[in-house]
């Protein structure tokens, strides 16, 4: 398959590339895209035959469903009903980086569903991503734009390095300024409940209604036998190629159990990456060492965390050694992340 590459410079001038895309997913095609969050990679919705292009192209299990995404607030088309709580959620973070799981109706078909009856729909806060789905004129299925189980990509760059050869189009723009994956909310259950974290933190979520819980199957390794109601709960994902430990707990005793692992891993002639933050970069040697940037702007550190993770490939290294973070606000995304990037390999201190 050939793939066509362009790029979005100015919305204005270069429209003609949208419509390109738009008219590939109106035909069954798949398309690589920008979000706020990461790169999608995109196919008609209500096309159960499109849908499973984009399962083919990444090697993505199929009991893993898909989120739909929208250029409008109005997704009465789609789902059954939409409970008040939703409502709400949807008029103050959309377009915005939550995705809402509602009961879907039987326009969506079941390649996209995982065939489960709930669908989670989003707005991406993303121009590009807008006029696509609008040029599109259909709803737009769209996981990462990675092969499946790797570090999501935020630039164009690596969605080429993951899927030139295996899509119709990949259409650039600019680099994903939050960096993690959707908020997912399950508005099917009373009280509503967080299955994914994202840059819209639990607090955020709380100022629309005090009762939104997390999903306690969050905080561990999820079970073999698991049915995924939402993208990324079950399968392992965000890895790269080396093998990741996480260590985790107050910064000092930190740091001093990551240098002593090191030091071990040196003397087996293993190549190592360190990841950690601005304020520790100068305390680790003889190593790649990469920083994710300060540890007080953990927006920062969400937004270069899966590039990072993608550099340490670029490196060549064998293992990775990367400092873990508090669960508070976006932490919790950042450590849902590096907890399924590393296979829930976790040393707290």
Same mark, same amino acid.
């Given at each position: 398959?050939? /793939?066509?590459?362009?790029?979005?410079? %100015?919305?204005?001038?270069?429209?003609?590339? #949208?419509?390109? =895309? @738009?008219?590939? &997913?109106?035909?069954?095609?798949?398309?690589?895209?920008?979000?706020?969050?990461?790169?999608?990679?995109?196919?008609?919705?209500?096309?159960?035959?499109?849908?499973?292009?984009?399962?083919?192209?990444?090697?993505?299990?199929?009991?893993?469903?898909?989120?739909?995404?929208?250029c409008?607030?109005?997704?009465?088309?789609?789902?059954?009903?939409?409970?008040?709580?939703?409502?709400k959620?949807?008029?103050?973070?959309?377009p915005?980086?939550?995705?809402?799981?509602?009961?879907?109706?039987?326009i969506?078909?079941?390649?996209?569903?995982?065939g489960?009856? /709930?669908?989670?729909?989003?707005?991406? %806060?993303?121009?590009?991503?807008?006029k696509? #789905?609008?040029? =599109? @004129?259909?709803? &737009?299925?769209?996981?990462?734009?990675?092969?499946?189980?790797?570090?999501?990509?935020?630039d164009?760059?690596?969605?080429?390095?993951?899927l030139?050869?295996?899509?119709?189009?990949?259409?650039?723009?600019?680099?994903?300024?939050?960096?993690?994956?959707?908020?997912?909310?399950?508005?099917?259950?009373?009280?509503?409940?967080?299955?994914?974290?994202?840059?819209?933190?639990?607090?955020?979520?709380?100022?629309?209604?005090?009762?939104?819980?997390?999903?306690?199957a969050?905080?561990?390794?999820?079970?073999?036998?698991?049915?995924?109601?939402?993208?990324?709960m079950?399968?392992?994902?965000?890895?790269?190629?080396?093998?990741?430990k996480?260590?985790?707990?107050?910064?000092?005793?930190?740091?001093?159990?990551?240098?002593?692992?090191?030091?071990?891993?040196?003397?087996?002639?293993?190549?190592?990456?360190?990841?950690?933050?601005?304020?520790?970069?100068?305390?680790?040697k003889?190593?790649?060492?990469?920083?994710?940037g300060?540890?007080?702007?953990?927006?920062?550190?969400?937004?270069?965390?899966?590039?990072?993770?993608?550099?340490?490939?670029?490196?060549g290294?064998?293992?990775?050694l990367?400092?873990?973070?508090?669960?508070?606000?976006?932490?919790?995304?950042?450590?849902?992340?590096l907890?399924?990037?590393?296979?829930?390999?976790?040393?707290?201190?």
């Open positions: 398959m050939k /793939t066509k590459v362009a790029i979005i410079r %100015n919305l204005n001038e270069d429209k003609d590339f #949208i419509n390109e =895309a @738009g008219n590939i &997913i109106k035909l069954g095609g798949t398309v690589a895209f920008p979000t706020e969050t990461v790169y999608g990679l995109g196919a008609d919705a209500l096309n159960g035959e499109a849908v499973k292009k984009i399962f083919l192209a990444k090697g993505r299990p199929q009991d893993n469903p898909l989120i739909i995404h929208v409008s607030k109005s997704i009465e088309k789609f789902v059954k009903d939409i409970p008040k709580v939703a409502e959620l949807i008029d103050k973070f959309w915005g980086p939550m995705t809402i799981i509602l009961n879907k109706k039987d969506v078909p079941d390649e996209t569903s995982a489960l009856s /709930t669908i989670g729909v989003r707005m991406p %806060n993303s121009e590009i991503a807008l696509l #789905i609008e040029a =599109a @004129g259909v709803p &737009i299925a769209a996981p990462s734009a990675n092969i499946s189980g790797r570090p999501s990509p935020t164009m760059e690596r969605c080429v390095e993951d030139d050869g295996k899509i119709d189009y990949i259409l650039g723009g600019e680099r994903s300024n939050i960096g993690v994956e959707s908020t997912i909310v399950d508005c099917t259950v009373n009280p509503p409940m967080v299955l994914r974290p994202g840059g819209i933190t639990l607090e955020m979520l709380r100022t629309v209604d005090e009762n939104i819980v997390i999903d306690e969050l905080k561990e390794k999820p079970s073999e036998d698991l049915k995924p109601k939402a993208p990324g079950k399968y392992r994902h965000y890895a790269p190629k080396a093998k990741l996480i260590i985790s707990g107050k910064n000092e005793k930190t740091v001093e159990i990551m240098c002593k692992m090191l030091e071990n891993y040196i003397e087996n002639n293993n190549k190592v990456a360190i990841i950690t933050t601005d304020e520790n970069i100068d305390r680790f003889n190593c790649e060492v990469l920083s994710l300060r540890k007080d702007n953990l927006n920062e550190i969400a937004k270069n965390l899966f590039e990072t993770l993608r550099k340490c490939d670029d490196l290294v064998e293992y990775i990367c400092q873990g973070f508090e669960e508070d606000g976006v932490g919790l995304a950042i450590m849902n992340r907890n399924k990037a590393a296979g829930y390999d976790i040393i707290k201190v």
